[in-house]
């Protein structure tokens, strides 16, 4: 059974910072391993639809940003640990938001194409303005 367990979330000031982890279990089958799957951060605010906040290649060698969080995340993973992070500084009201982890067997640009096949729970950070 697919787990990812976000963790990390809270509430902030604006500017401030906070670090997400995702940690995934599960996805070993088939022969795969966590170092198989594209992972990826989405975010939704009340009222809006689910966005793409960030997504890192298998081997962490290629990221991608959404416009209105690039120069202020930053996503990494530790193939060693099965997790995934989101670095977020300066962070402004508007990432108000429930943070999803999202797990693909794609590669990262077919990610951006066809989507992700596991999610998390989610955490929410709230910034305060």
């Known amino acids: 059974q697919v787990q990812l367990v976000e963790s990390g979330g809270g509430l902030v000031q604006a500017g401030g910072s906070l670090r997400l982890s995702c940690a995934a279990s599960?996805?070993?089958?088939?022969?795969?391993?966590?170092?198989?799957?594209?992972m990826g951060w989405f975010r939704q605010a009340p009222g809006k639809e689910r966005e793409f906040v960030a997504a890192i290649s298998r081997i962490g060698g290629t990221t991608y940003y959404a416009d209105l969080v690039k120069g202020r995340c930053t996503i990494s993973r530790d193939n060693a640990k099965n997790t995934v992070y989101l670095q977020m500084n300066n962070l402004k009201s508007e990432d108000t938001a429930v943070y999803y982890c999202?797990?693909?067997?794609?590669?990262?640009?077919?990610?951006?194409?066809?989507?992700?096949?596991?999610w998390g729970q989610g955490t929410q950070v709230t910034v305060s303005s």
């Open positions: 999202a797990a693909t067997p794609r590669n990262i640009r077919d990610s951006l194409l066809h989507g992700y096949d596991y």
């Open positions: 599960g996805l070993t089958f088939s022969g795969l391993t966590f170092n198989s799957y594209t």
